[in-house]
C-alpha cells in the first residue's frame, strides 16, 4: 500500500538508480525574445506530440486523437523534457492563434490567453504581500511576548505598545502599559529575583515556540523546514518535487516561521519567503490552463514569484528580480524579466499598503542618511570585505560538515531533540547580553542607524559637547563609558552568533540566513566604524587624517561601516555580486553608497571564493544529491561521448523496441524487466537505424489504456509505430499504433563528439537524454545523471552521491 | 516640538532655537489591522493545534472498531463514512458524497504527509 501513496494511476514504477534522468539544463539566455530555443528547426517531428490532433494522415484506426490524461506527465523526482514543454506551449499558442479568426468567442479566448499571465503576476504579488505582512506583523509580536505582555491590549508589541503614553525621551521603554513577566508575576520589574524570572519566562517561550514550530512541520509538511532555496534551485532546473510548493507547505511554513522566528534562533525569515512566494505561485497556477498543464510555462512563473519573495523581505523590487536571475532561475527569458518586475512591484506595493512597521518602510532595518564617505576609508571597507569573505568561507565549510553529520549518524534521528536543544542553548546565551536578547532585526536596525542628538541608547552614549554643535550635524566625540560596555557585549555578541549559526542553519525548523549573515557583518562593521571614529578623533593630526577629518568635522560614520560589513558577510556567504549591492542601497536609499558596498561585496567574493568554490545553497545542493547540472562552471576535460554513454563494453547491448514487430506482450516484458525511463525505437535489431524514443510512462499509460478501451487488443498484438502498416489476415489480432505517443526528434549526438559539447547542449536545450550513435546506427544513449555522474567523478567527488531521478 | 518636549531642557528663551534642532518623523500605524492580522495567526494555530490533536487522540479511536469492517457491504448500508474511509481504495468505488470525498481526500494527504516524512526524517533524503 505505501508505493502507491501519491503516484497517480496505477502503474508502479520505481526510483532506482538505474533509472534515466530527465534534467534540464540551463543558461541564462539573454539574446532570446521570447523561450524559443535556438535549434527551432530541429523541432518539426513534435507536432505528433499532440496526440495526433495535428496529423491528418491515419489509415488505422487511431484512438489516440486526444492525448490521453497521464501521458505527458510526469513522476515525482523526475526531470522534465524542457524542449517537450515549450514545443507543447507553442502548438497551443498557434492553435489559439489561428482560431481566433474564427469566431468571436475564440477571440476572446486568445485575448485572455495572452492576458493571464499578467493576470496571474498580479495575483501572485498581492498574496504574497499579503503573507508577508502577515508574517511580519505576527513576528514582531511574538518576539516580543518572550519578555511581557502589554495591558493596553495582548497585541500590541512593545513598541506599539508605548507609542501613545507620556514618556518622555529617555525613558521611552518603560512605558506603564508594558508590562514585563515579573512585573506581571511579582508586581516589581527590580531585583535579582524578578531578573531571573524574566529569565526563566524568556527561555521557557523560545523553547514552547520552536516545540510548536518542529511539531507542526513533523506532523503536518515535513517539506516546509529548512530554507527551500536549494530546493527551488533545483525544481526551477527541472526537477519534479511534488507537494513541496502545495497548500499544506505554504501554510506550515507560514506559521512555523514566525514560531521559528520568535522562538529567538539564530535564522532569518527571508530564504523561507522566497519558499512562500513560490508555494504561492504554484497554488495560483492552477487557476490558468495555460500554466497548470505546462512544467515548463509554470517554472517561468515560479521565477516571478521568487523576485517578488525577495522583494517582500527586502523591500526591494529590483534586488528581487536580480536575485531570481541570478540565485534562483535558470532559464530566465526576456519575458520573465518583466513579469518578474511586475510581481515584485505588486507585492511591495500590497506589504506597504498593509505598512507592518508602522512607518512606511518595508523593513525594520530601512535607514537613510546621506553622510558623505572618503576614499581613504576604502582601506577598512576592504578589510570588512576580507572579513567576510573569510567568515563566509568558513560558514559554509563548517555547516556543511554539521549537516552532513546530521544527515549520516545518529543526530538526525531526534530533529525535535535537536530543535529544542539548540534552542535552549540559544537563549540561555542571549539573554544576558542585551544585544542577543533583541530580535535580530533590531539589533541590524540599531547598528545601521547613526546616532543623533537624541538617541539615548547605550551605543550612542558619547560625551556631548553642546557648544559646539552646528545645527543638525554631529561632530565625532569622543566615546563615553556606554560605548566602550556596548563595544564588549558586541564582540561577545558577535562570537555567539557566528558559532550558533551554524549549528541552526539546516535544522528541520524553517531556517534563513540572510538576517544572521548581515547581523555578523553589520556588528563587525560597527566596531571597525566605532574604531576609527575614535582613531579619528584621538589622533586627528596624523597624516591620514589630517586633510579631510578635522576637529569638529563629522567624517566618519559607524553606521555605514556596519552596512558594508553587512554586505560583505551576506556576499561571502551566498556569493551574490549584483543582486546583493542593488538588495542593500535599496534597503538604504544611499546612491553614494554603491561603490563602498560593491568594494567590499567583490573583495569578500573573491576572498571567499578563494578558499571554496560553492555558496551555500550550491553546496546543499551538492549535500543531498539533488540533480542540479551547474551552468556557470566550465566542462575542461577531454573525454568524448563514448567515454559515457551506456551501455558500456561489458554490459548487456541497448535495450531497444523495434518498430513494427514486437507484440504487447514483448514490450511488457522489457518494462517489468528493465527500470529505464525510456527506449530508442529502431528499425529492426539487425539495421539498429533510429526511429525515434518513447517514454516508459508513456508506453504503460497507452498499453493499459489500449487493453481496457480498444477491442481485440489482447497479448500477441503487434504495436506499430509506423506511419502506415500493411493489412492484416482476417484471423491475426488488431494491431496497436502507437505513433503519437512516440518522439521522432530525438537528439542524437556520434561517438567521437566531445563531452564538453555533450554538456553544452544538454545545459542549453535542457534534455533528459540524447542518444549516441556511431556511422549513422544506434549504439548507445548518455542521460544527464550519466552526465552528472561523470563531472562529479572528473571532480574527484564521489558519483554515487547523486541520488534521484 | 513647543507643546510635546516636557519638561524642556533649556531655558524660555531658547525654546525656539532648541526646537529648530527637531527632526520630525511621521509614522502611523493602523491598531486595527494589528488586532485582525494577530487575531487571524492565533486563530490558525490553534485550529491547527486542534487538529493534530484530533489526529493523533481521536482518529485511532473512532478507526480501532471498524478496521475489521468487511469492505464489500459497505456501498449501501453505511452512513457512518469513517468505516468507508477504512477500506483500502479500491479502485472502482464511487466516492460520490461530499463526506466520502472529503474522507478519500484525507486519506490520501495522509499517506502523502507520511511519504514526505519517510523522505526528510527518516531517509534523510532531501533538506538534510
Redesign the interface.
Known sequence: ??Q???RRG?FQSSTSDEDMLEIAGASLDFTMADDDPPLDREMGGFSSYNGGGMNGTSTMMDFLEEPLPGVGTYEDFNTIDWVREKSRDRDRHREITSRSKESTWALIHSVSDAFSGWLLMLLIGLLAGSLA??ID??AH?MTDLKEGVCLA?F??NHE?CC?KSNT??TDRDKCPEWMSWSQLILGHGEGAFAYILNYFMYVVWALLFSL?AV??V??????A??SGIP?IKTILSGFI?R?YLGK?TL??KT?TL?LAVSSGLSLGKEGPLVHVACCCGNILCHLFTKYRKNEAKRREVLSAAAAAGVSVAFGAPIGGVLFSLEEVSYYFPLKTLWRSFFAALVAAFTLRS??PF???RLVLFYVEFHMPWHLLELVPFILLGIFGGLWGAFFIRSNIAW??R???TKL?RY?VLEVLVVTAITAILAFPNEYTRMSTSELISELFNDC???DSSQLCEYVNDFNS?K??DLPDRAAGPGVYTAMWQLALALLMKVFITIFTF?M?VPSGLFIPSMAVGAIAGRLLGVAMEQLAFYHHDWAIFSGWCSQGADCITPGLYAMVGAAACLGGVTRMTVSLVVIMFELTGGLEYIVPLMAAAMTSKWVADAIGREGIYDAHIR???YPFLEAKEEFSHKTLAMDVMRPRRSDPPLTVITQDSMTVEDVETIINETTYSGYPVVVSRESQRLVGFVLRRDLIISIENARKKQDGIVSTSIIYFTDHSPPLPPSSPSMLKLRSILDLSPFTVTDQTPMEIVVDIFRKLGLRQCLVTHNGKLLGIITKKDVLKHIAQLANQDPDSI??N | CLHVVQPMPVPGSDVEAYCLLCECRYEERSTTTIKVIIIIYLSVVGALLLYMAFLVLVDPLIRKPDAYTQPLHNEEENEDTRSLGTAPAVPGARPNTVLERVEGAQQRWKRQVQEQRKTVFDRHKMLS
Do not use: Q
Request: with cysteine; net charge positive; aromatic share 16%.
Open positions: 500500500m505505501d502507491k501513496s501519491y496505477s505582512g502577515l506583523i505576527s509580536w491590549g497585541w500590541f506599539h507609542w518622555t525621551f510548536l511539531l507542526l513533523k506532523g503536518f509538511a515535513p517539506y523546514c529548512g530546493e518535487i507537494g499544506w501554510i506550515i506559521i514566525v498593509i505598512n508602522g512607518n512606511s549537516c552532513r546530521r544527515k549520516t538526525g530533529p543623533g542628538i537624541l554643535t545645527g543638525d539546516g528541520k549535500l543531498n544529491g541520488l534521484f
